[in-house]
Structure formats: structure tokens, C-alpha cells
């Protein structure tokens, strides 16, 4: 075989080669990292943990509904509170349609199962979005989740122990120095409540 017949080769084609490997090896992709799951196990999955979450809190509010009474009655302490402070024996809550009590006592309960069962649906939801997530990401959350929990659990204390009691107290007073007579729902005051506890949660979470 003469010089002329044997195979040319691009000078660069080697150590081009070697570079594009020695890049992938130094910035690897980070797609590639991540589970891949189609779209019908992402729906199982997801189908799944709701499951399990539903599940957990209808358990929650089973157990709670053998406590209704005394959930109950510490829901509707800073009322009577009130009532107390402004001298108002007979003032008492009421209810204007049938089973109102009742249907209050289940939102009550169900309210607190979901409470109770929070870490079972947090870590359902975590599971199910942490598969999407980066690692520098989940290191993210898994430090401002938890600050975030405890922000939301002091912003509904502080409903219940200053603005609840505080602000029932004044209207509560302000109609008996009005010579109004004050009567509040069953209904109206537990949504009251509920907006109250789950708006300052929601507020404290602003910082």
C-alpha cells in the first residue's frame, strides 16, 4: 500500500471527541439525575398519596368526633369569655335551622383531623413533589418548609389566645353598651373563627 492509499484523519477529530467526553464528565446533565416515570405512573402515584392522604384524615375525624364535645367547648371558650367579661349571663350561641349544631360539630371535627393528620399529608404531598425536584432544590425546601410550619402554627396561637378573645370581647361589649341585643349563630361564629385562625396562619407566613 502506497502513501497515497492509506486513510487520512482529521488531525482534531480525536482530541475533539476527548473533549466533548471530558465536558459531560465535568457538567453532567441534571434531567439525568431525576426518576423518569411517565405520565400514567405520575397519575398513580399522585392517585395514590391522595389516597392515603384522604384516608388519614378521614381517620382523624373519626377519632376527633369522640371528642366533640370537648373540641367543642374549646372552640367557643373565648366567646363565653366574652360574655362573661361583659356581665351578659344569658347571651348564648343559637341555631336557626335544623341540625346546624350538628353539621358545625362535623366541620369542627373534620377541621381537626386534618390538624391532627397534617404530617401524613405533608409527607404525601413532599413525596410526590420531590421526585420533580432537584437535589440543591430539596435541600432548599427541606430548610424553609419546617420555618414555614412554625410560622403558620404561631400565627393561629396568636388568633386563638389575642385576636379571638379581644375581638369578640369589644363587640360583645360595644352592643351591651349599645343596648343591643348580641346573638351569634353557631355557624357564623365557628366560620368566624376558622377565617380568623387560618387568615393569621396565612398572614405570618408573609415574612
Known sequence: MTPADEPVHAPDEESAAKAVEKRAFIDPDPDAELPRMTLVEHLE??????????????????IAFFFHQQLFEFITAPFYAAVADAGLKDLTLIETEPG???????????????????PVVLWQ????????LYPHEQKYVRYFFPISLLLFAFGIVCAYVILIPFGFRFLVSWGANMEVLTQYKIESYISTCVTLVFGMGFVFELP
Not at 402515584?45 to 373519626?62: D, H, K, P, Q, T
Not at 349544631?101 to 397534617?118: D, R
Not at 404531598?125 to 420533580?132: D, H, I
Open 100 to 118: 346546624e349544631s350538628f353539621f358545625q360539630t362535623l366541620k369542627i371535627c373534620f377541621i381537626a383531623g386534618l390538624v391532627f393528620t397534617a
Open 125 to 132: 404531598m413532599w413525596g410526590f413533589v420531590a421526585a420533580g
Open 45 to 62: 402515584e399522585l392517585r395514590r398519596r391522595l389516597f392515603i392522604s384522604i384516608l388519614a384524615v378521614l381517620a382523624g375525624m373519626f
